[in-house]
């Protein structure tokens, strides 16, 4: 069965560390999308992608960056980690360029910056 | 600002009640509206779109009210299994990721 994945589903890192999370879809989806989650606030859009070497930010993207080299992957780079990046990072997937359709979430990965 | 507000809750409501619980939008461009669940220390999974006419699916009711800016949805017969966080999503004119708007979530415990 098609699925999203993500890994690892537990880190822990340190203040100043650069810490890459993986995000791999098997449906095929051109949209991808990382999301954080920290009590308090809804879910806030990191960055996403609507296709091959295509990038863009989001809400709250400072401090982290992605690439997409491939349909399937969308990797999740904290450059230099801080604690107020701590939370719980879910990857997305969807199909339809421009248009709202719906999102499939990976599981999560709890990030703990010490 | 694209803001969407919820009632975080929690609500307590016995096993077979039935629950509704709202969710306000500010921005009057918005183009779609969902419901998603989220169980505790889970992804967030769609529940259901809502429609302008209202729509139904099982024991879960969506409706829209566009003049007064907000979604609502029912819970009929609740089961214990209901318990979890209700998010809100709302997509705003021009689409595409930067337009989707997740509430903070309404928390529902359903008690035996």
């Known amino acids: 069965d098609a699925e999203i994945t993500q890994s690892p589903r537990h880190k822990i890192t340190e203040t100043g560390r650069q810490v890459t999370l993986a995000c791999h879809q098997t449906w095929n989806h051109n949209n991808m999308f990382w999301y954080r989650q920290d009590l308090g606030h809804g879910l806030r859009l990191i960055h996403y992608s609507y296709g091959v070497q295509d990038t863009n930010k989001g809400e709250v993207s400072d401090g982290y960056s992605v690439s997409r080299s491939n349909t399937e992957d969308l990797p999740l780079t904290l450059e230099s980690a801080a604690s107020s990046q701590t939370s719980v990072y879910f990857c997305a997937s969807s199909t339809r360029k421009g248009y709202t359709d719906t999102q499939y979430f990976g599981p999560g990965t709890r990030l703990t910056v010490l | 600002r694209k803001e969407v507000e919820q009632d975080p809750g929690p609500f307590n409501v016995p096993e077979g009640a039935t629950v509704a619980f709202n969710c306000t939008y500010s921005?009057?461009?918005?183009?779609?509206f969902f419901w998603y669940r989220q169980d505790c220390r889970k992804e967030p999974k769609l529940l259901m779109s809502v429609y302008s006419s209202g729509n139904e699916d099982g024991r879960f009711t969506a409706q829209l009210n566009r003049a007064s800016q907000y979604i609502s949805l029912l819970i009929r017969d609740s089961k214990l299994s209901d318990s979890a966080t209700y998010l809100c999503?709302?997509?705003?004119?021009?689409?595409?990721?930067?337009?989707?708007?997740f509430g903070k979530g309404t928390h529902l415990i359903i008690q035996p």
């Open positions: 999503v709302v997509s705003y004119s021009g689409g595409g990721a930067d337009g989707l708007t």
């Open positions: 921005n009057s461009a918005s183009q779609s």
